[in-house]
C-alpha cells in the first residue's frame, strides 16, 4: 500500500470515528497510528469550513496554501532538530553500545503527508520503529507492551495492554497549535481537540476494545478516541490461540467414540442377523 493511499485511507477512518464541530473556521486534530511494518505516524489534521473562511475576509486556496506551506516547515524543522539531537547526544557519551544505538536513530523520522483531501489537510512525522519514538519522547522501557494469557480449555486469549504510548498531543500538533493560534486567532477552534490512536493489522483475528473498528482493503484500522483527562488509559488488543493438545484430546476422544458406536452398531447388526439364522434352522429342522 502507497504512503499516499495509506493515508487517504486514514483520513476517510478520521472522518467516520469522528463528527466534527465547526464554532471556528478550522479545526486542528492530532492522531497517532501504528502502522502493521512498525512504524508510528503523529498525524495533525486541519479541517476547513469554507463559508466562514470566506466570511473573514480569506480565499479557501489562500488559506489552504498558508496551512500547508507553514505546516510543512514546522514539520521539517522538527526533523532538523531530532538529528542535531542525536550528534550532540552521541558527542555526549563514550559508551559504545549507546553510540551504536543512537546511530541507528539518525534519519529516524521523516515528514509524511503534506497533502489535502477535500478540505482536511494531513501532515505528519514518522518514525522508523518504537524505540526511535521513545528515544524522541523520553518514554522509558516500563512504559513498553504488556502481555496477559487467559487460559481455556479450547484456546488462550493473549491481550496486549497499554499500545498506545500515547504522549499529551504531540510535537507536531503543539508547534502547529501555536502558530495557527498566534497568526490566525480568529480562525482555528483548538479548544476540543480529539486524541485519536489507531492501530492497523492485517490480520482478522486480531480482537480490540477500540471506539471503532474499520476494515479497508484487507487492513484492519482499530481506532480509541483518548480520554485527555486519563492519557495513559491501558488500550486492549487480544487474539485466540487454539490449544492443540486439548483440541486433539477431544478429538482423539470423539474418533474413539464414534469407532466405539460404529462397532457396537455393527455388532447389534451382526447379532440380530445371527438370530435370524438360527431361527431359520430350527424351523427347517
Not at 92 to 106: G, R
Not at 127 to 137: A, D, E, Q, T
Not at 166 to 184: F, G, I, P
Not at 240 to 264: D, E, F, P, Q, Y
Amino acid at each position: 500500500m502507497t504512503k499516499s493511499k495509506s493515508l487517504r485511507i486514514i483520513i476517510c477512518v478520521l472522518l467516520l470515528a469522528v463528527v466534527l464541530c465547526f464554532s471556528a473556521c478550522a479545526s486542528v486534530r492530532t492522531m497517532t497510528v501504528s502502522n502493521e511494518d512498525g512504524t508510528i505516524d503523529e498525524l495533525v489534521y486541519v479541517t476547513l469550513n469554507e463559508e466562514e473562511i470566506e466570511a473573514a475576509g480569506y480565499t479557501v486556496d489562500e488559506m489552504k496554501n498558508r496551512i500547508s506551506t507553514s505546516s510543512l516547515n514546522e514539520a521539517q524543522q522538527i526533523v532538523y532538530n531530532f538529528n542535531m539531537r542525536i550528534s550532540r547526544d552521541i558527542n555526549s557519551t563514550t559508551d559504545s553500545e549507546t553510540i551504536f544505538t543512537l546511530n541507528s536513530f539518525i534519519n529516524g523520522i521523516n515528514v509524511v503527508g503534506d497533502s489535502w483531501e477535500d478540505d482536511t489537510y494531513v501532515i505528519g512525522i514518522r518514525f522508523k520503529n518504537s524505540n526511535v519514538y521513545r528515544y524522541y519522547y523520553g518514554i522509558s522501557d516500563e512504559s513498553s507492551t504488556k502481555t496477559y494469557t487467559e487460559e481455556h480449555f479450547f484456546y488462550n486469549r493473549i491481550y496486549y495492554y497499554g499500545l498506545s504510548m500515547y504522549v499529551d498531543y504531540s510535537d507536531l500538533y503543539q508547534r502547529l497549535n501555536a502558530y495557527y493560534s498566534t497568526y490566525y486567532p480568529n480562525l482555528v477552534d483548538s479548544e476540543n481537540n480529539e486524541l485519536l490512536y489507531t492501530y492497523i493489522t492485517d490480520l482478522r483475528r486480531e480482537h480490540s476494545d477500540a471506539n471503532y473498528i474499520t476494515e479497508l482493503d484487507g487492513k484492519y484500522y482499530h481506532t480509541w478516541v483518548i480520554d485527555q483527562n486519563n492519557i495513559d488509559q491501558e488500550l486492549v488488543i487480544y487474539y485466540n490461540i487454539a490449544n492443540r493438545a486439548n483440541c486433539m484430546l477431544v478429538l482423539l476422544g470423539c474418533g474413539i467414540l464414534i469407532s466405539g458406536i460404529l462397532l457396537l452398531i455393527a455388532w447389534l447388526i451382526n447379532r440380530k442377523n445371527n438370530k435370524k439364522e438360527d431361527d431359520i434352522i430350527q424351523i427347517d429342522e
